[in-house]
T-cell receptor, first 114, second 113 residues
Framework: DVKVTQSSRYLVKRTGEKVFLECVQD?????MFWYRQDPGLGLRLIYF???????EKGDIPEGYSVSREKKERFSLILESASTNQTSMYLC?????????????FGPGTRLTVL | GENVEQHPSTLSVQEGDSAVIKCTYS??????FPWYKQELGKRPQLIID?????GEKKDQRIAVTLNKTAKHFSLHITETQPEDSAVYFC????????????FGQGTTLQVKP
């Protein structure tokens, strides 16, 4: 079974703090994704990575950056957290190569920025 | 840009009835259309998917239909049960073939016993 884990289920941070969200997958997947989930807006792609050290902006990259130093790990960084970044953050991974691969999701991190 | 519209946003049915959720997409090069189910407090999980060379796919009580000409696809759940209550997301692949998906806004399905 594919296993995608995220470092925290719940996180509370202060405005202006630098925040790191970690995601790890154990299936040697090429692709990894970070989404933000807000009610009524579905899953919106922040960034994705199709290889180590490779990244591409998604639909809402502003205020976020990412890092992928190892194939199994994809980090989302909020350089200076703001209250409008309070949300559920979901990481996903997929095998890669065909464009039609199943994405497997982590359990999510609910981030609250005060 | 690429877009996926999903309707309705909420759907309430009686147990045993059928439920239909519809999605339209904008990228004519999309060729992969998965559906995810997210139960309360859990991660989204794939329940069924369809590729563009197929018009319909069925798996027990769930089925998906695809109309490429009209650029829409639908999820059909028959004989609904309370455990079908969840948020359902449709998605479409983007033409760049990177594995990127565009998701719909989600449908909250409530099945009343």
């Amino acid at each position: 079974d594919v296993k995608v884990t995220q470092s925290s289920r719940y996180l509370v941070k202060r405005t202006g703090e630098k925040v790191f969200l970690e995601c790890v997958q154990d299936m040697d997947h090429e692709n990894m994704f970070w989404y933000r989930q807000d009610p009524g807006l579905g899953l919106r792609l922040i960034y994705f990575s199709y290889d180590v050290k490779m990244k591409e902006k998604g639909d809402i990259p502003e205020g976020y950056s990412v890092s992928r130093e190892k194939k199994e790990r994809f980090s989302l960084i909020l350089e200076s957290a703001s209250t409008n970044q309070t949300s559920m953050y979901l990481c996903a991974s997929s095998f890669g190569g065909t464009g039609t691969d199943t994405q497997y999701f982590g359990p999510g991190t609910r981030l609250t920025v005060l | 840009g690429e877009n996926v519209e999903q309707h309705p946003s909420t759907l309430s049915v009686q147990e045993g009835d059928s439920a239909v959720i519809k999605c339209t997409y904008s990228d004519s090069a999309s060729n992969y259309f998965p559906w995810y189910k997210q139960e309360l407090g859990k991660r989204p999980q794939l329940i069924i998917d369809i590729r563009s060379n197929v018009g319909e796919k069925k798996d027990q009580r769930i089925a998906v239909t695809l109309n490429k000409t009209a650029k829409h696809f639908s999820l059909h759940i028959t004989e609904t049960q309370p455990e079908d209550s969840a948020v359902y997301f449709c998605a479409a692949s983007v033409s760049s073939n990177t594995g990127k998906l565009i998701f719909g806004q989600g449908t909250t399905l409530q099945v009343k016993p």
